[in-house]
């Protein structure tokens, strides 16, 4: 669930990210499977009983401490040896805060995640096993790919996770590791691979005009919940060949936000695909689809048009977004830009709704000139040029 979105950047509540966006998996059989984000926040909770096990390496499920289960698997806490290169990321956005997890490609801080884990954050700090903490910067995303790359600030000597290169087989044994319910400790979920080469459709859950297509995904049976994305998704000898990503729940599209709730089958992106995307951010090679660096904005937030219109435009359309305000001072600010008007095209690209604008917006950096077309709460269409300013948010 997304409320507001600073151009080019979406900024989402605690409320949000308890109820995290809905996704939608295609099979070969065409059916429909509603899935959702696991992006975690302190209004999700992952509280599993007391047991105690083995290592959970080369087939042993288990670990030592706390552990609960589910119909797809095991959740327990994990142990040192599974939370190696395994890293807690919590954010604060301007709205709320969140919580997710990564992890660690490289000993100098380098640290792989999901985009929608650090998207809107004004704020990073990341937790190594052992409780050291460091704020971090993005280095670069690729938002229809849901990769970042973070670098902490200061940090050397890191562990680092193994990647897999050998290819995922269905039905061998996985473990993932993340924050789960963003509470600040890792947990380790077991399960199988169920599924490869899957796609999935992620949007908003409430405003369904943006989405994005994820594919060539992992599914499995472990049960991940709020808080493991961009955490990494084990095979049995320890190596990663997957990032959590997304879920499908047992219980609903915002099943999230209840604290029983437990994943019926969990996605997750190829780190072969990931590591790829990471290597090409971190060589400073712009591609169609990432953006590296700081990020560009109009100092404007908007909502989509049927947002404060009662799903209409004043002039009968339902095309655009419509202004919410205008932050004082910004470029866009001496345009006449004002609350309430409708931005339909930028660059001459028609905005349809916010999935568009973030699109055009992450193809631009600080400094660029952009032409902005809009309909003002008279119906007049206006247009002005403008230089964007550095966004305040990741």
Excluded: C
Aim: zero cysteines.
């Amino acid at each position: 669930m997304r409320t507001t979105t600073i151009v080019g950047i979406t900024v989402l509540t605690t409320a949000a990210l308890a109820a995290p966006a809905a996704v939608v998996a295609h099979d070969n059989l065409g059916d429909l499977l509603p899935v959702t984000r696991i992006a975690g926040s302190s209004g999700t909770s992952f509280l599993p009983d007391s047991s105690s096990a083995g290592n959970g390496w080369n087939g042993d499920d288990g670990a030592s401490g706390t552990s609960a289960s589910s119909t797809s698997g095991t959740s327990t806490t994990a142990t040192e040896a599974q939370q190696r290169g395994v890293v807690m990321i919590d954010t604060v956005t301007t709205n709320g805060e969140g919580a997710g997890s990564g992890m660690v490609l490289r000993s100098d801080g380098t640290v792989l995640t999901n985009y929608h884990v650090v998207e809107g954050s004004t704020q990073i700090r990341v937790t190594v096993p052992g409780g050291q903490k460091y704020t971090a910067e993005v280095v670069g995303h690729d938002a229809s790919h849901d990769i970042a790359v973070l670098k902490l600030k200061g940090a050397s000597n890191l562990a680092t996770v193994r990647l897999d290169t050998d290819g995922v087989k269905v039905s061998e044994k996985v473990l993932a590791v993340g924050q789960g319910g963003g509470e600040g400790v890792l947990y380790a979920a077991s399960g199988l691979v169920t599924a490869t080469d899957r796609s999935i459709t992620a949007s908003d859950s409430t405003a369904l005009d943006s989405s994005e297509e994820l594919t060539g995904l992992i599914q499995t049976s472990a049960p991940i919940v709020g808080g493991y994305s961009g955490g990494p998704l084990f095979d049995a000898d320890g190596e990663v060949i997957g990032i959590d990503t997304a879920a499908a729940s047992s219980n609903s599209l915002t099943a999230y936000g209840n604290a029983d709730a437990r994943s019926a089958e969990g996605y997750a992106i190829p780190i072969t695909q990931a590591k790829s995307l990471a290597d090409t951010i971190l060589a400073g090679t712009k591609t169609s689809t990432n953006h590296i660096g700081h990020r560009a904005a109009l100092g404007i937030a908007v909502v989509p048009s049927g947002s404060s219109r009662g799903g209409m435009t004043p002039y009968g359309g339902s095309s655009g977004v419509t202004v919410q305000n205008v932050q004082s001072g910004s470029a866009t600010a001496s345009t006449g830009l004002a609350a309430g008007d409708v931005i339909t095209a930028l660059d001459g690209t028609t905005i349809s709704d916010t999935g568009d604008l973030a699109d055009v917006m992450d193809g631009h950096y600080p400094g660029d000139s952009m032409k902005v077309t809009w309909t003002d709460t008279s119906g007049v269409t206006r247009t002005a040029t403008v230089t964007l300013q550095k966004a305040t948010t990741n």
